[in-house]
């Protein structure tokens, strides 16, 4: 059961974060997508952890589709 709460609050804290750091826009936006995605594909309000966006990024952890 999916919930977006949470989800834009890890969107603009990533896509902060990825700017402030240097990164092109693109990079940071799909960074902060990912950030988000990770947020909805959980239950509840939550926020996206530094290591669930690294495994996302990383392949290690799949987003089931029916969540996103």
């Known amino acids: 059961n ?3 709460a949470g ?3 890890s969107f603009t804290a990533a896509i902060a974060l990825a700017l402030a750091a240097g ?3 693109n990079a940071a936006a799909d ?3 990912a950030a988000a995605t990770e947020c909805v ?3 509840g309000t939550t926020i ?6 690294r495994a996302l990024l990383a ?3 799949k ?3 029916r969540a996103s």
């Open 31 to 33: 960074l902060a997508s």
């Open 63 to 65: 987003v089931d589709d």
């Open 7 to 9: 989800a834009g609050d």
């Open 41 to 43: 594909a959980r239950t």
């Open 48 to 53: 996206c952890t530094r290591d669930a966006l």
């Open 23 to 25: 990164a092109p826009g």
């Open 2 to 4: 999916a919930c977006a």
């Open 59 to 61: 392949g290690e952890r």
